[in-house]
């Protein structure tokens, strides 16, 4: 861990420097737990646990910061020239015990942001499927794959602390190859690597859910579009309409079929080929359509359509109307 050959310049800029922009970084993207869980928990006093584990996961690394500018570059050699390994190993002894407080902290934020979710909506209905549907489609559970992983190596990480220090202290070993630095990477950088996956999978569930709600958009009753309904059986509105244009009925009828035209009061309608009786057959409002060849004046004016009933097709069937004029 110890490099002889590091000078005071370039300590200022690897250490010091390199240290105040690495973990602003990780400290902007330590809150992206806490905003997700603010979207998904509204209104609810159990959120401040994840604000306050959040404040105090920050303020360990800001320590981290602080203990890399204390130690000035001009005191890192001996007034003989020579690196001062005395002040070198009690600075990385401060070192790993604060990277220990930061990995803790760590853990508890994601702790309490999985109690505070688990309460909102892990157990109300998201409970269909197994871990990696919900991981796919929650962005909740994502964000746990960091808690995870601080939890299997943070008892890792304690015991190899705890050796160091004990063999430091009882077998005066200072210069023990134990390369921290990279277990830590290993270990916080899950978390990031969770938001950006987080992040393509949300972008991608959103691109989803855009063309789902293009495919089932409004009826559109226009010259180009065709209107399609689907009735329940047994009454008008059981019935489909099977590619009833506008232009089908601008070539049947000439004048103009308007909601008002029709009697509400008209409760039972001929079907011919049955002769069933269909009460209280309801209809949505239809206005302004072009009709060819309607005579007002006629009651037994016919409709034909192509209607879908118990599973097969009747074509054509004779429709009269008894109300309007």
């Keep these: ?35 997700r869980t603010r979207a998904v928990v509204k209104n609810s006093k159990s959120i401040w646990i994840v604000y306050g584990t959040c404040l105090i996961f920050n303020l ?6 602080g203990l890399h500018f204390s130690r000035r570059p001009n005191k890192m050699f001996l007034d003989v020239g020579s690196l001062d390994y005395e002040s070198q190993g009690e600075f990385y002894n401060n070192y790993y015990i604060f990277q220990s407080i930061v990995i803790y902290a760590s853990f508890l934020y994601d702790i309490s942001v999985y109690i505070v979710l688990k309460k909102a909506i892990f157990n109300k209905s998201h409970s269909k499927g197994g871990f990696f549907h ?19 190596f943070l008892p890792l990480i304690s015991i190899n602390i705890f050796m160091k220090f004990y063999y430091q202290k009882r077998y005066q070993f200072y210069g023990l190859n134990f390369d921290f630095e990279e277990t830590r990477k290993m270990v916080t950088s899950v978390q990031y690597y969770m938001i ?5 999978l949300l972008s ?25 309904k689907t009735y329940p059986d047994k009454s008008l ?11 089908q009925l601008s ?6 079929l308007r909601n008002e035209d029709i009697n509400s009061n008209e409760n039972y309608y001929n079907i011919g080929s049955d002769n069933k009786n ?4 309801s209809y949505n409002k239809v206005s302004n359509i072009n009709l060819s060849n309607l005579n007002n004046n006629n009651n037994n004016s016919n409709y034909y359509f192509d209607i879908i009933s118990n599973g097969y097709t009747k074509n054509n069937y004779n429709i009269k109307n008894h109300g309007y004029e």
């Design 1 to 35: 861990m110890y490099n002889d050959g590091m000078a005071s310049f370039e300590w200022f800029i690897t250490r010091q420097l390199g240290t105040l922009f690495w973990y602003t970084g990780e400290i902007i993207g330590d809150w992206y737990p806490l905003l």
């Design 60 to 65: 360990t690394k800001l320590a981290v910061i």
């Design 134 to 152: 919900k991981f796919k489609n929650l962005s909740e559970y994502r964000m746990l794959i960091s808690a995870l992983v601080s939890s299997i």
């Design 196 to 200: 950006f996956i987080d992040q393509i």
């Design 204 to 228: 991608r569930y959103k691109g989803e859910s855009s063309s789902n709600s293009n495919a089932y958009g409004s009826y559109n009753f226009n010259s180009n579009s065709n209107y399609n």
């Design 237 to 247: 509105n059981q019935f489909s309409s099977n590619q009833f244009s506008s232009n």
């Design 251 to 256: 070539s049947m009828t000439s004048g103009t």
């Design 278 to 281: 269909y009460p209280n057959m």
